[in-house]
DNA sequence: TGTACATCAGTGAACGCGCGTTCACTGATGTAC
DNA sequence: TGTACATCAGTGAACGCGCGTTCACTGATGTAC
């Protein structure tokens, strides 16, 4: 995106705009690869043919397979992060965007195409074994996601001290619900609908106080089954 | 587990109970390599060593790193949900069971020792990039999980019709807490403690109802910042 | 403005390594006579 | 009950392969004079 257009086409015309620009081509095509097939499945001879490149010029740009890990995971929280706060500034209904925020997220469209998917899960998986490095760029994304969305709650009338913790447990019930839904579509397609729409009802439409009830009232629970 | 004692100093006494006491002791170190480093980082080599063998032994048991993912998928779900299932039979106080799951769950001995983790969130992160086999594996065992959960609430008195979508919701905010937890744990233990925190907090104590709040009432919501 | 040279992005072959899998072989088990 | 032989779990070397990384080389860029 915003590249050059007569990239690929030139001569290695100029040399530090053009290498400036087939860096970021680097870093996108990663981005894509590694939310689609994970950080493990992507070699670095397909990433750099991804790219348009031949596989020995990664050195020129990344110390190492992991360096570039962080920085692909900072480019798309970024650009995702950006958006998501657009999102709101564009629209004067801050809880319809939420409502649709949370559709989109818990969509099949969202659950099947895992190379476009949102880094909040589609990173998350890798991250876990990742190391220090890697983790520090997932989790400063993450924050900007908190931060984003916590803001919004505020102005939908959250009270302050509530409002950062509604975002991370939104977060908390996408990640999982979208997580588990993946995990089970290739074999029970059903089932992996079912997830999506659970949670989603949860957030949007059932109360959840099951677990308050559970937590708070010593009542009726022995009058077992 | 069960094993017998002489196993490893005996000169292959017996073969056929050995054998199968061999394959046994295979699937186990499997199911705690996988969830301790990944499918990916874990090779034939280490995995045949940590159960006391050679590599080229491995083909004697299993057609595949595949073959034996589901198995060991299998295996773990069921000494899992077979143990979340007694802790309820063993109980009278079935809601008390409930809230020490969710604790237990969320704490941070859960979230660090992940090799003995709950394959609910542990095998997910590798269940999503597998094949349909093994996400067959992880789908049954995930099912496991919503019944003995599902019934269990049906026995604290929640209706027949919501129990099933409770289950699949609290496994969804347990699954996605632990999922980010583990995601920023190295880069950034408080916020990976936050997390914890906060998804126990809005399953136990908070109740979790301004999602309902935004998607039902149209008031208020114009008042910005 | 024109020439000489250092820089450095890109190339493609090569490095050592560990992967999943195969295979010839060993030797005790378990069976047939 | 005793001998002969098929079975098969375990061994360890070897297979081809792709990995992340290194390197000598190319040639245009960009700079110094």
Do not use: W
Request: proline letters at 1%; hydrophobic letters at 45%.
């Amino acid at each position: 995106m915003l590249g050059n257009i007569i990239f690929g086409i030139s001569f290695m015309r100029i040399s530090k705009e053009q290498a400036a620009e087939n860096r970021r081509a680097i870093i996108d095509a990663a981005g894509r690869l590694f939310r689609a097939q994970g950080y493990d499945a992507v070699g670095l001879n397909e990433l750099m043919s991804a790219a348009g490149f031949t596989r020995g010029g990664f050195y020129n740009h990344f110390s190492s397979k992991d360096d570039l890990a962080a920085e692909a995971y900072r480019e798309i929280f970024d650009t995702y992060s950006n958006a998501l706060q657009a999102l709101f500034e564009n629209a004067d209904d801050a809880s319809a965007v939420f409502t649709e925020i949370i559709d989109t997220y818990l969509s099949t469209v969202h659950r099947d195409d895992v190379g476009n998917s949102c880094p909040t899960v589609s990173l998350a998986h890798d991250s876990v074994r990742q190391g220090e490095t890697v983790q520090k760029a997932f989790s400063h994304g993450l924050e900007q996601y908190v931060e984003v969305l916590g803001s919004q709650f505020v102005r939908v009338g959250a009270d302050m001290s509530r409002a950062r913790g509604d975002a991370i447990d939104l977060l908390v019930r996408l990640v999982g619900a979208v997580t588990l839904a993946r995990a089970v579509v290739k074999s029970n397609r059903e089932f992996s609908d079912e997830i999506l729409e659970t949670a989603r009802a949860g957030i949007l439409i059932r109360a959840p106080r099951l677990m308050l009830d559970l937590a708070c009232n010593d009542a009726s629970s022995n009058e077992s089954r």
